[in-house]
């Protein structure tokens, strides 16, 4: 088990990494044939994910505060 501090860490990184993915700022985000299927079936979904993401991101940064 990780402690609690430890996880709230975790998921601090795996949602900026996952909105900065979604964002298509990283360098894989722009090989992704998932993402650009996604951009073209439904491009508002990205941007729902990023603010969902940055929404939990700062949700567990609030926490520790």
């Not at 979604?22 to 491009?43: C, E, Q, Y």
């Not at 603010?51 to 520790?64: D, H, R, S």
């Amino acid at each position: 088990m990780i402690s609690e501090p430890a996880n709230s860490i975790l998921v601090i990184i795996v949602c900026i990494i996952g909105a900065l993915h979604f964002g298509g700022i990283l360098a894989t985000s722009k090989k992704s044939p998932a993402l650009a299927w996604m951009k073209t079936k439904h491009p508002y979904f990205p941007k729902v994910f990023v603010v969902l993401l940055v929404l939990v991101a700062l949700t567990k940064i609030a926490g520790f505060f």
